[in-house]
């Protein structure tokens, strides 16, 4: 099956951006069997949409097609890009069948996991390392979720920019409403576990996270603590998943810059996790958020406990998220300047 081409809207009249189009190429986005997938650059690119750049998606779906997505998308990738003025490669495997189409035009890549676990499923190093570093030498731009690896120097080329976060969407909601909505006992304290994929992803760690779930259960014997999972839901009802929870645990091995993380901080929602991505620097003077210094279970477990004793405050959880910069809207902006500068540094190079 050939990549799929969806136009997003066209620039606003009377815009000062009215000749930006951009070319989005990624191997996640939202389909009808996993309407969660890749969400999170959905909603990037609809944040450049209302901020009046021309946009046009082609989704190269190689979860549900394989490695024949990448290779019949080469052509699709070559004819589109001829209308637009930049091209912006979601995912390293994008950069792989975009480089193939030699396109000519300036080209931005985003790293969507932390350095050198971009090629899931990639045993060998060596073939890791040799795939992450052509994308870092090839790219014009290539922006990374989590801190630019040091290993890369300090290139202005790179650049540390994450996903912003709709905060409209993500809203603090009366925790009763929510567990009613979900049928959820009003009684018991919830953790809440978030996986794109499955509850089994390899780097999310379920099995971290029932073991500290076990741990707290034995240190709480009075109190009814409970997992909540979720995977694979509709986007309207995550909102009610978010809110329903009293703490949000991330128990990943690696991650860019995690969402769910920001979603749970733009409901009030406390957050424990694993010192991953750029999670030290998001949750940095937030009440009521830890990094934990281990991926033991037993020290997530002594923070989780923690904020089982703790008195939250959710709005204030909200404020201090909301203060870092981190909406769709600001991170929008950054994206357009990056844009415009990558296309006049290339012009300016003759490339």
């Not at 003025?85 to 000519?104: E, K, N, R, V």
């Not at 089994?200 to 240190?219: G, P, W």
């Not at 703490?247 to 993380?261: I, R």
Request: hydrophobic share 40%; aromatic share 8%.
């Amino acid at each position: 099956m050939s990549p799929s081409i969806r136009r997003l809207g066209a620039a606003r009249k009377g815009s000062c951006l009215s000749t930006l189009r951009v070319l989005h190429i990624t191997n996640a986005f939202p389909y009808a069997e996993v309407p969660e997938y890749g969400v999170f650059v959905k909603e990037q690119i609809d944040s450049l949409d209302r901020a009046g750049v021309e946009t046009k998606v082609l989704f190269m779906n190689g979860r549900r097609d394989g490695k024949s997505a990448y290779t019949k998308g080469v052509s699709d990738i070559r004819k589109a890009a001829a209308n637009y003025d930049i091209l912006h490669c979601h995912h390293l495997y994008s950069g792989f069948a975009t480089a193939l189409a030699f396109t000519g035009k300036p080209v931005v890549l985003s790293f969507l996991n932390d350095w050198l676990h971009e090629m899931d499923g990639v045993r060998s190093e060596l073939a890791r390392k040799l795939g992450c570093g052509f994308g870092v030498r090839w790219a014009d731009k290539v922006i990374f979720k989590s801190p630019v690896p040091s290993v890369l120097g300090s290139s202005d080329r790179f650049v540390n920019l994450p996903n912003g976060v709709n905060a409209d969407q993500f809203h603090i909601v009366p925790r009763e409403e929510a567990r009613a909505r979900l049928g959820l006992d009003p009684a018991a304290f919830y953790v809440l576990f978030v996986s794109s994929k499955d509850k089994n992803r390899a780097q999310k760690r379920y099995d971290r996270f029932a073991a500290t779930m076990d741990i707290v259960r034995q240190a709480n014997p009075g109190r009814k603590v409970e997992e909540l999972v979720l995977v694979n839901q509709p986007r309207e009802r995550v909102l009610d998943f978010f809110n329903s929870a009293d703490l949000h645990l991330m128990s990943s091995d690696f991650e860019g810059s995690p969402n769910s993380v920001k979603e749970a901080l733009c409901c009030g929602v406390p957050v424990v996790t694993t010192e991953v991505g750029n999670v030290v620097e998001m949750l940095q003077d937030v009440p009521n958020a830890h990094v934990s210094p281990s991926f033991e279970p037993k020290a997530l477990a002594e923070l989780v406990q923690k904020v089982i004793m703790a008195d939250i405050d959710r709005q204030a959880i909200r404020d201090g998220f909301l203060a870092k910069g981190l909406s769709q809207e600001a991170i929008a902006q950054k994206l357009i300047s990056l844009y415009q500068e990558t296309i006049l540094r290339k012009r300016k190079n003759g490339k």
